[in-house]
C-alpha cells in the first residue's frame, strides 16, 4: 500500500495569516483562539497545527507579513519615485496609512512584539532597521550635512511622533489627523512639506 503524503497548502497558511490578523484586531491577541481561526478560515484547529505549531507562531507569522509588505513597498517607491523629496513624502504618507488606517494592527505589533521569542524578536528588529534604513538613505540626499547617526536620530524622531496618536485616545477625525501628522514629520525630519495651491472661490463674473 503506498501511503499518501500530505503536503502544505501555501494558499491556506496565507489564508490563515489573513484570518489571524483579522481577528486579532477585532478581539486582541488574547482573545484569539486556534479555534476561532479554524472557524474563520474554514478548518478545524488541529488543521492549523500543520502549518503553524502553536498559536505565538501565527502572530511572528502575521508581524512578518506586516512589515514584509512595508519593504515591499517601500522598495516600490524608490524604483517609482526618484526625486528624494517625492519618494521621502511617499514613505511618511504610507507609514501614517499604516498608523492611522490599521491603528488596533499596529498597537497589537507594539504591545506584543517585544514578548515574541528572542530569535523571533531580533529577525524583526532587522527587518525594521533594513526598513528605516531606507529613511535615512533618503533624508541624507537631501539633508547632506546631516551624519549617518544624526539622520537616524531624525527619522527615529520622525516616525515616534507619527506613531505617538497609538498610544492616545483620538478625537481627531482621520483626515485631519493624517495632516496634522505629516506636518509634524515633514517638521520633525527638517524637509518642507510641498503644499498644493489652494482652490479659492471664483469670484463674480468669473467662469470657475
Known sequence: MVQEVRT????????????????????????????????????????????FPSKGALLVAVFDRAIDQLLEEERRTRQRLADPGDALAALVARQIDFVVDDREFARIYHGEAD???????????????????????????????????????????????????????????PDRLKRLLTEMAHAVLGVPLEVPPAKHAPQDGQIS
Do not use: C, N
Request: aromatic share 4%.
Open 115 to 173: 514578548q515574541l521569542p528572542e530569535e523571533d524578536r531580533l529577525r524583526l528588529r532587522r527587518k525594521q532597521r533594513a526598513y528605516l534604513h531606507e529613511w535615512e538613505t533618503v533624508l541624507l540626499e537631501l539633508r547632506p550635512a546631516l551624519t549617518p547617526a544624526e539622520a537616524r536620530t531624525v527619522v527615529h524622531s520622525a516616525i515616534g511622533a507619527i506613531q505617538a496618536p497609538l498610544f492616545h485616545r483620538l478625537e481627531t477625525s
Open 8 to 51: 502544505r497548502d501555501p494558499e491556506r497558511r496565507s489564508r490563515i495569516i489573513e484570518a489571524v490578523a483579522d481577528l486579532i484586531v477585532d478581539h486582541g491577541y488574547q482573545g484569539v483562539s486556534m479555534a476561532d481561526v479554524g472557524q474563520r478560515v474554514g478548518i478545524s484547529a488541529a488543521a492549523i497545527y500543520r502549518h
